[in-house]
T-cell receptor, first 106, second 112 residues
Framework: SQELEQSPQSLIVQEGKNLTINCTSS?????LYWYKQKYGEGLIFLMM?????EEKSHEKITAKLDEKKQQSSLHITASQPSHAGIYLC??????FGAGTTVTVRA | DSGVTQTPKHLITATGQRVTLRCSPR?????VYWYQQSLDQGLQFLIQ???????AKGNILERFSAQQFPDLHSELNLSSLELGDSALYFC???????????FGPGTRLTVL
């Protein structure tokens, strides 16, 4: 099965600072999802990347998939308390990383 | 609100029992996926159905089974429950295999 490793496991940032989460696959990715989850709740879809080198942005969140399609990053600019939560990367068919817990300090 | 509904929200039962979890996908979505999320295992894919047919299988135990009905709603049946089956069970739906999956709010199962 396809293993997805996320790093870091958790991070704490000061409000207004930037942060980056990485997702690395043991195999070539044919697509990658990023989701956000509040503890104990459902997953909220953020972005889907399918092509090598693809980059997508939504509000202050940018996700990239590298050319080799084995690594993706999620970058949040000028973090806000609303960005706090657990971020998960997932591959179609159908494994997910363990998640990165983001805490934003006011 | 993703448009995916799951019932019940919470379920408490005893070891050895059998339960059924229900999922209604978003209108127009043909694919339904089931996931199990526990603290030690993270989010694990169990099974996918597409338009009533099983499409993909993940780490689903033999004690677990699922089906998708003609109206596209799906049920996940868990039998001979063990303490370790306590987890959040999520259903997700998508238009097809290559589209984003929208997750339901989950069913929290507690096995005592």
């Amino acid at each position: 099965s396809q293993e997805l490793e996320q790093s870091p496991q958790s991070l704490i940032v000061q409000e207004g600072k930037n942060l980056t989460i990485n997702c690395t696959s043991s195999k070539t990715l044919y697509g990658l999802y990023w989701y956000k989850q509040k503890y104990g709740e459902g997953l909220i879809f953020l972005m889907m990347l399918q092509k090598g080198g693809e980059e997508k942005s939504h509000e202050k969140i940018t996700a990239k998939l590298d050319e080799k399609k084995q690594q993706s990053s999620l970058h949040i600019t000028a973090s806000q308390p609303s960005h706090a939560g657990i971020y998960l990367c997932g591959a179609p068919k159908l494994s997910f990383g363990a998640g990165t817990t983001v805490t934003v300090r006011a | 609100d993703s448009g995916v509904t799951q019932t019940p929200k919470h379920l408490i039962t005893a070891t050895g029992q059998r339960v059924t979890l229900r999922c209604s996908p978003r209108s127009g979505d043909l694919s339904v996926y089931w996931y199990q999320q526990s603290l030690d295992q993270g989010l694990q894919f169990l099974i996918q159905y597409y338009n009533g047919e099983e499409r993909a299988k993940g780490n689903i135990l033999e004690r677990f089974s699922a089906q998708q009905f003609p109206d596209l709603h799906s049920e996940l049946n868990l039998s001979s429950l063990e303490l370790g089956d306590s987890a959040l069970y999520f259903c997700a739906s998508s238009v097809s295999d290559h589209n984003e999956q929208f997750f339901g709010p989950g069913t929290r199962l507690t096995v005592l």
